[in-house]
């Protein structure tokens, strides 16, 4: 089950509204159809990311997939414990395995990302 005070991207990111401050990760689904992860890459603070575009990879036993952002701004943290320890994406997602922390001008496009029920709507009709 997917936490409800989280929105969901349809590519499998979830994102946590904190103020102008969104915290990203990947779901437990996109986790579990990954395997076992074995290299997380993330962006450094101050870096500028895009809605839309890569923020970083994950790379398990089974291949190397693009994280996609849903937000644009400027990321003020990254999870060191998941660099150094891959597999938290697989034991926590939602808690200890969370991604970066971006700060965040327009919220507007948070609009646009599916509640949980929605994002268990959308696996359903993937089949997934």
């Not at 999870?79 to 938290?88: C, G, M």
Request: charged residues 25%; proline residues 4%.
């Amino acid at each position: 089950m997917n936490p409800v005070e989280l929105k969901y991207s349809k590519s499998h990111e979830w994102a946590k509204v904190e103020g102008n401050t969104v915290t990203l990760g990947i779901t437990a689904h996109a986790q579990d159809s990954l395997g076992d992860v074995v290299f997380v890459e993330l962006p450094d603070n101050d870096t500028t990311v895009v809605a839309g575009e890569a923020f970083g990879t994950v790379e398990s036993v089974k291949a190397v997939s693009d994280m996609i952002t849903p937000v644009s701004g400027r990321v003020i943290d990254y999870n060191q414990e998941v660099l150094d320890s891959p597999e938290l994406l697989n034991d926590d997602p939602y808690g200890e395995g969370w991604l970066i922390k971006v700060e965040v001008e327009d919220l507007k496009v948070l609009d646009e990302l599916l509640s949980a029920a929605e994002y268990e709507a959308f696996l359903a009709e993937e089949g997934q």
